[in-house]
């Protein structure tokens, strides 16, 4: 199957900094990629749909300011977290769609804000 | 609104045979997909389904029905590295995927 990979799979960041994390498709290009949260026990929240060469589009109470995404080419996503604070530590992952019904899971980073 | 429902939680024993329903009510369909995701790690594809009928693939199969809005997944000869969360979630009209919360599947020896 496809493969999306995700940098740094772990990191841990004072609270007020800043942190990019990348989404890639290895091996497809993606015109679309998701960026998901996971709280522990949690289902997965779809925080924003990243179309290439355009704006994100935001779900309803995910701060656009506060969660920067960029999708500048076909095969790269960033989620970049401003301001960071403990409440943001989460498990983030992203997904990337090659077809209207093929979609494939990164493994996920873990954030951690202190 | 849209909503997908399926249990919390689950219990089986090693070796045996486990059912995990799945509902949906959503705003159009195009495909209804079954993931498993083990703690601490992305979820990862078991199944797509989009016409009625049921979809075998080795140990694990996974049934659709769109009149009744269900589905299920099967898991047979059941190990314990299946213990895991399995995560229903429906393709919208939109081609967005709408998810369940998840179902905790803990396997007993």
């Known amino acids: 199957g496809a493969v999306v990979s995700q940098h740094p799979s772990w990191v841990i960041c004072k609270s007020g900094t800043s942190v990019k994390i990348e989404c890639r498709s290895l091996?497809?290009?993606?015109?679309?990629m998701f960026w998901y949260r996971q709280f522990p026990k949690q289902s997965l929240m779809l925080m924003a749909t990243?179309?290439?060469?355009?704006?994100?589009?935001?779900e309803q109470g995910v701060e656009k300011d506060k969660f920067l995404i960029n999708h500048a080419s076909l095969t790269l996503s960033t989620l970049t977290v401003t301001s960071a604070h403990p409440e943001d530590s989460s498990f983030y992952i992203c997904?990337?769609?090659?077809?209207?019904?093929?979609?494939?899971f990164g493994p996920g980073t873990r954030l951690t804000v202190t | 609104g849209q909503n997908i429902d399926q249990p919390t939680e689950m219990t089986a024993t090693e070796g045996a045979i486990v059912q995990i329903n799945c509902t949906y009510q959503?705003?159009?369909?195009?495909?209804l997909f079954w993931y498993q995701q083990h703690a601490g790690e992305a979820p990862t594809f078991l199944s797509y389904?989009?016409l009625d009928g049921l979809e075998e693939k080795g140990r694990f199969s996974s049934f659709l029905s769109r009149s009744k809005g269900y589905s299920y997944l099967l898991l047979k000869e059941l190990q314990m590295k299946d213990s895991a969360s399995y995560l229903c979630?429906?393709?919208?009209?939109?081609?967005?995927?709408?998810w369940g919360a998840g179902t905790k599947l803990i396997i007993k020896p």
């Open positions: 979630a429906v393709l919208d009209s939109n081609y967005q995927l709408i």
């Open positions: 990243s179309n290439e060469g355009s704006k994100a589009t935001y």
């Open positions: 091996d497809f290009q993606a015109t679309t």
């Open positions: 997904s990337a769609r090659m077809t209207e019904n093929e979609q494939y």
């Open positions: 959503t705003s159009g369909f195009n495909g």
């Open positions: 389904n989009v």
